[in-house]
């Protein structure tokens, strides 16, 4: 079984302001050294490529091997992540959402994260999907539950009426993130910094979409733009075949058929969700799943969450973790 490990963003702060990154999507840099060291001393560090070359042409794999994927294209991953990466000669796989990187756009979690971070409100109504709903932004606890309660409520939404929803919190709340606005966390990469990291050896770049729509949400013609022109944007400035892609948010109900037929068609090799999971003989190449990790615990919880997996998934396997495993699960 193959785990793949999926990180966001890095951080070298150990403290943030306000809510931001309270869910910790970038990690603390001190922490991703201290993963890597012990992934090295561990385990093997492969490539996408070395496992798709094990799943398509049956070349072995080394023992205990593991995958680093980093997806959306956070600039903090050239700036913290690389150097590092380099340093322990471990090869990662960054997702990237093109549109982004064009800065067209700062990704629209990000925009609503600093929002509800930043503005001098301390309630909201908002009309979301024709439903009246009220927030409290009283307190940092409150704006976490808001910020919370509105993703979900936009990520079960039509694509383009979750844009449109967007915009108008930004409008009440009178706080905008901007990609002039320098707010190092929420920045995205430059195609030269790809360019630098790819050439490189260490990094490889797969597709997040252009704009980070949830797909299963959008009409066919979209789903077919996002996948092509990500993929063609991406090979026009690295110059590098796109094979790989990454789903956004990637829980089972964010794709579906529709979505896989289209990556087939568009040459891509493989998809990655974010379901957790490792993955075996099995396991459809376009439904790969990930281990999320968070800027939260310690290595002791790090280590729990990779060789936990292993013997949870063999406890299912034999049946023990229905007898007598439950509860720790
Ligand atoms: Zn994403």
């Known amino acids: 079984m193959v785990p793949i490990l999926l990180y966001h963003g ?155 929803a967007v915009d108008g919190i930004e409008e009440q709340a009178q706080q905008a993130l901007s990609m002039a606005a320098g707010d190092e966390i929420y920045a995205p990469l430059s195609w030269e910094q790809i360019r630098e990291m790819q050439a490189s050896g260490f990094v490889t770049i797969g597709s997040h979409t252009c704009s980070h729509p949830i797909l299963a949400h959008c009409p066919e013609e979209k789903i077919k733009s996002e996948l092509a022109q990500s993929r063609r944007r991406i090979e026009e400035k690295t110059q590098v075949p796109c094979d790989y892609f990454s789903y956004p948010n990637g829980q ?36 790969l799943k990930r281990l999320n990790i968070h800027n939260s615990g310690d290595l002791g919880g790090f280590k729990r969450s990779l060789s936990g997996f292993g013997r949870f998934l063999r406890a299912i396997k034999n049946g023990s973790f229905f007898r007598a495993q439950l509860a720790q699960y």
Not at 254 to 270: E, H, M, P, R, T
């Open 10 to 164: 890095f951080t070298d702060k150990s403290r943030h302001d306000g809510i931001e990154n309270y869910h910790g999507k970038h990690l603390y840099i001190k922490r991703f050294e201290e993963q890597l060291i012990y992934l090295k001393k561990n385990y093997n560090i492969i490539s996408l490529a070395q496992l798709m070359a094990f799943y398509v042409e049956g070349k072995p794999l080394p023992r205990h091997p593991v995958l680093i994927t980093i997806d959306d294209g956070y600039r903090s991953n050239y700036s913290l992540a690389f150097p590092v990466l380099k340093e322990h000669q471990a090869p990662a796989c960054i997702f990237v959402a093109t549109d982004f990187i064009d800065q067209k756009s700062c990704l629209w979690v990000d925009r609503l994260e600093y929002a509800f971070s930043k503005t001098e409100k301390t309630s909201l109504g908002l009309d979301l999907g024709g439903q009246k709903h009220h927030f409290d932004l009283n307190s940092m606890q409150a704006r976490k539950e808001t910020d919370k309660r509105v993703k979900s409520i936009l990520k079960a939404m039509p694509s383009v009426e979750a844009a449109r």
């Open 252 to 287: 089972k109900g964010d794709f579906n058929n529709a979505v896989k037929a289209q990556l087939i068609a568009s040459g891509y090799k493989c998809a990655l969700t974010t379901m957790i999971g490792t993955n075996g003989l099995k396991t459809d190449h376009y439904e």
